[in-house]
Structures are given as structure tokens and as C-alpha cells.
């Protein structure tokens, strides 16, 4: 079963690269900036406000996580070469999900500031919800049910972020 999940997570990740891709990003930007001073702006938010960001985001999945008991975390695999404190801590074919939050709410920030992996979350694996969690300020959504936008909406701008549809649907 957990490789079947495993390669379902795979599968959805490789959608996200496709160039028909349709989903949802969360973000500190209301809109796409198409400025030339768009990677001076990103780099001033990177050193002030990653923090906070990452803050944000790990509220958001720990409100999720109780709206869906059963998703399923997992860690993506660490380069080789990497010598990442976590590498050793967490195999890719291991769910997370039994973590203390505490414990969930650190390798989350760890994620999201070093980029060594992503957090992969499955909220439903029938409607194939995920939630990929990279470095920085990469947090994509795939396959959101409709009858789910409004929480999801409600979740992430209680934190003062926005819920952006990203893609070609």
C-alpha cells in the first residue's frame, strides 16, 4: 500500500511539471509581479520574511491535518551527496504523519528554508489532494476539489497569504 502512495505522490508531483498543469499556490504576492524589480523585492522577503512565511505555512497544514485525519506525510528523497541532519532521520518511504506536531512544525521549517527536500502531504488520496512544500516560498496545491476551495481559502488568508490558481485550467 505505502508503495502504491509513494508513486501516487510521484505521479501527481510529475503533473505539476507538465505544461498543462492546473492547480493553486499559496503566497505572500496578491498576483504574479512582473516587475524588473521582482528578484530584489524576492530577495529583500527572503532575508525579513521567511520566517514568518514559514510560520504561516505551518499553521495552515496543522489547522489541515485536522480537517483530514488521514493524509499522509512524506518526506521527497535528499540528494545523495547531502549531508542534511535529516537525511538520516526520515526515510522517503516513511510516513511522517505520526510526528508530534511540534516535530512536523520543525522539519516544515527546515523545508522551507534550506530547500533539501519537500514536504509532501497528502490530505485525500481518492481525490489525489496534495500539498508540496519546497525551499523558500514554493508551496503548490494539486488536484483541490472544488467543495474544498472555501476552507482552503479561509485557512490561508486567515495568515494573511493568498490562495493563487496557477496553470492553464
Given amino acids: ?42 530577495e529583500y522577503f527572503l532575508r525579513t520574511y521567511l520566517k514568518e512565511f514559514a510560520d504561516k505555512i505551518v499553521r495552515i497544514v496543522i489547522k489541515l491535518l485536522g480537517y483530514y485525519p488521514s493524509a499522509q506525510i512524506y518526506l521527497s528523497e535528499f540528494p545523495a551527496a547531502s549531508d542534511d541532519p535529516l ?29 533539501i527536500s519537500s514536504v509532501e502531504i497528502l490530505l485525500d488520496v481518492d481525490e489525489k489532494t496534495l500539498i508540496s512544500i519546497g525551499g523558500e516560498f514554493s508551496v503548490d496545491i494539486s488536484n483541490l476539489p472544488e467543495d474544498k476551495l472555501n476552507l482552503f481559502k479561509q485557512l490561508v488568508e486567515q495568515e494573511n497569504l493568498f490562495l493563487r490558481r496557477v496553470g492553464s485550467k
Fill in 1 to 42: 500500500m505505502q508503495n502504491k502512495i509513494l508513486e501516487l505522490i510521484d505521479s501527481i508531483t510529475n503533473d505539476m511539471l507538465k505544461d498543462d498543469y492546473s492547480g493553486y499556490i499559496i503566497d505572500f504576492l496578491p498576483q504574479v509581479m512582473e516587475s524588473s524589480y521582482y528578484f530584489e523585492i524576492e
Fill in 87 to 115: 537525511k538520516d532521520v526520515y526515510l522517503k518511504e516513511e510516513n511522517i504523519r505520526g510526528r508530534s506536531i511540534e516535530e512536523l512544525a520543525e522539519i516544515i521549517t527546515h523545508i522551507i528554508f534550506t530547500g
